[in-house]
């Protein structure tokens, strides 16, 4: 029987998935949903949150602008955050947000400051006594990427501010994009070169301005408009966002000129109408339009949450379809294992953008939507990212065609495909050897909470894997420094350094390295869960599913997932291998002996340890059998109480959970000594 998705549990799975879709869009600019499903999981993880405060987390989605700069460039802080924007997908939307903001600021009517969203790359411009003297990119909207140089290419950006009258340090903000026209140039050129072709103008145009070489960037249609303006200093801008936009263009900055000032949610809900009208003829690809409070002092009342300004909104358009023929499906496998069925189609105009591949998302889309080789199908840009298939029209079916069949085993490596029950994705079982999961499954390995190889970063294992000098993870074992100097900006320091990295992690613990397999949904807790129970690796990899959902935390999802894993043989080959390298841990006598006085109870930690840093004292509690959890529950033994303890604190009180301050923790965790005796 399958256990019921928790809250807290459901709140995982949406941040898991959420953080992956922004790795892929922001950092690697191959994003792999539509911008509304990920839309729909964001506003899902908001609404479980506001539901639930006590489960909100630092490090959660919705308490971040982006992800992390790529690290081909320079960091740069950002001393103004650049906040995203909240999205309105429909007009009772658009007319709540401006009830809110007439709220707070009592006031009857608000004038906005309106213009179309562009889907391009957000630039911060910083300009010292007129002249440009950085640009870097959003980032994670604290940190970016200094790319100066390549801005300093791009003809729309000028070098020094006209006319008189600009403040001596001058942040300006807006958005590096591509014209319709310079985006299908460019991919004729693509192609004629036989280069990358661009799926759409974002991609372009984040991929352009991101070339190590500037030439590469001052040979690409790059344009920018400006939108706005971070840091000030030395000078006064007047107080309207229209005013000072105006200003911007006076000092010769390209602003935008569709831009207009309306007056309430009916001057914006007017304004889209028309936008939306002429969203074709425009020269650029929009996805919507941007109201902003135009009063600078308002927009100070009303501040900003962690993710967004209050005093702004994006107005979503609604998506672009066309009809196309599905030529035929096929299935991709993604770096995780996902396998995901992918429509090719006869070339159809979408949005502005030549669309020949189309994403059908899992197996159920597929079968609910009866989608088949041969069908007319409608087409949408979602979010203007990446075309789906929304519907077929049955009606003009060629006869004899074929219903389409999910592939039982991995159309890459050959593995098994497993699907959890109540999961729509289905995934490869060869983590550890399929050629498409290779940098994932390594970079897992060698991650700090795994088998922890210092310095074995993204780069370097792609450069490993690009030579064919590695397809696993037992191969980083016959790594030796000879080698590893011949890698580029990697020197025999560098080289000595990780196969010494390399020697240490071969000495690790039966969790650690069960964790570091990557078998889906075993986290850190499952893995310490499995070493408690099992006295080895043999006895667990013998071990049916049945048997194993007796272990605490595996559930049959989870169990199904482990036996799949170790059914595969090359998966076995490749643990013996480890082995055989001399990768080990202290064997278990057995699994009587092997006591655990906390097994069964539960811990939360709480605010700031003295004696232990928290991930110590996890570690330490976890080694007698505790489970160790972020979040206070029914479920919670204890909650133990550091300096400043958080809202867990009142969650606890409510609960009544007991509570243990370090003192009676460190009473617990002896050096030597039995806990045997201690109360549940």
Sequence with gaps: MNKTVSTEERIEQLRNEINEHDHRYHVLDEPTIPDA???????????????????????????????????????????????????AFDGKELVDF??????????????????PKLDGLAISLLYRDGGLVRAATRGDGVRGEDVTENVRTIPSIPLRLRAPGYPRLLEVRGEVYMTKEGFE?????????????????RNAAAGSL?????????????????????????????????????????????????MAVVEGAQGCLGYYRTMLQRRDVLAYATDGMVYKVNDLPSQAILGHVARAPRWAVAHKFPPQEALS????????????????????????????VTVTNAT??????????????????????????????????????PPGAAAFEFPSHCPVCGSEVTRAAGEAVARCSGGLFCPAQQVQAILHFASRRALDIEGLGEKLVAQLVARGWIANVAHLYQLDVDRLSALERMGPKSATNLVAALSKSKSTTFGRFLYALGIRDVGEATAAALSTYFASLEELMATNEEALQAVPDVGPVVAQNIAAFFRQPRNREIIARLHAAGVHWTTQKSQAEHIKPLAGLSFVLTGTLETLSREEAKRRLESLGAQVSGSVSGKTSYLIMGKDPGSKLAKAQELGVRLMQEAELLELLPLTGSTAAFPR
């Design 37 to 87: 499903d990920y839309d729909h999981l964001m506003r899902e993880l908001q609404r479980l949150e506001s539901r639930y405060p006590d489960l909100i987390t630092k490090d959660s989605p919705t308490q971040r602008v982006g992800v992390k700069p790529v690290a081909a460039f320079g960091e740069v802080q950002h001393e103004v955050p650049m906040l995203s924007l909240a999205n």
């Design 98 to 115: 401006d009830r809110r903001v007439r709220e707070r600021l009592g006031a009857k009517s608000v004038e906005y400051a309106a213009e």
């Design 185 to 201: 140039s460019l991919n004729r050129k693509q192609s004629q070169a036989g280069e990358k072709i661009f799926a759409n103008p």
């Design 210 to 258: 991101r070339q190590l070489d500037p030439r590469i960037t001052a040979s690409r249609p790059l344009c920018m408009f400006c939108y706005g303006i971070g840091r000030v200093g030395g000078g006064q801008l007047p107080k309207r966002h229209s005013e000072i936009t105006v200003r911007l263009g006076e000092w010769g900055l390209r602003i935008q000129p569709e």
């Design 325 to 352: 023929i599905v030529n035929s499906i096929e299935v991709r496998v993604g770096r995780t294992g996902a396998l995901t069925p992918v429509a090719r189609l006869r070339p159809v105009l979408v949005g502005g």
């Design 360 to 397: 059908l998302h899992n197996e159920d889309e597929v079968r609910r939507k009866d989608i088949r080789a041969g069908d007319t199908v409608v087409v949408r840009r979602a979010g203007d990212v990446i075309p789906e298939v929304v519907r077929t029209l049955k009606e003009r079916r």
